[in-house]
Nanobody, 120 residues
Framework: QVQLVESGGGLVQPGGSLRLSCAAS????????MGWYRQAPGKQRELVAR????????ADSVKGRFTISRDNSKNMNMVYLQMNSLKLEDTAVYYC?????????????WGKGTLVTVSS
């Protein structure tokens, strides 16, 4: 089992920045990719950014503004999302995701989410 806990959400003005953090614990050795998703009111959950090894993938709407990174050093298993030049439409609950394998099966783990509100 893997547990994911997000932090760093909050209220920010348009053009501002936030850094989200996700701490993974448990069977983290089974995780091969991590990512951030978001869900705005009335909309489906969507991929924001994903990191797999040294490769990253971003939604078109956040390219050039958001950066995903991962820290596996010194018994830490963290993933971050640096969000710059925030827009009103970035308002959403942001979820940390971990993709893992267990017994040959693929597993998806989710955090409970952290709310990001962009408002003037």
């Amino acid at each position: 089992q893997v547990q994911l806990v997000e932090s760093g959400g909050g209220l920010v003005q348009p053009g501002g920045s936030l850094r989200l953090s996700c701490a993974a614990s448990g069977s983290t050795f089974s995780i091969y990719a991590m990512g951030w998703y978001r869900q705005a009111p009335g909309k489906q959950r969507e991929l924001v950014a994903r990191i797999f090894g040294g490769d990253t993938k971003y939604a078109d709407s956040v390219k050039g503004r958001f950066t995903i990174s991962r820290d596996n050093s010194k018994n830490m298993n963290m993933v971050y999302l640096q969000m710059n030049s925030l827009k009103l439409e970035d308002t959403a609950v942001y979820y940390c995701n971990g993709e893992a394998t267990s017994g040959g099966y693929g597993m998806d783990y989710w955090g409970k989410g952290t709310l990001v509100t962009v408002s003037s």
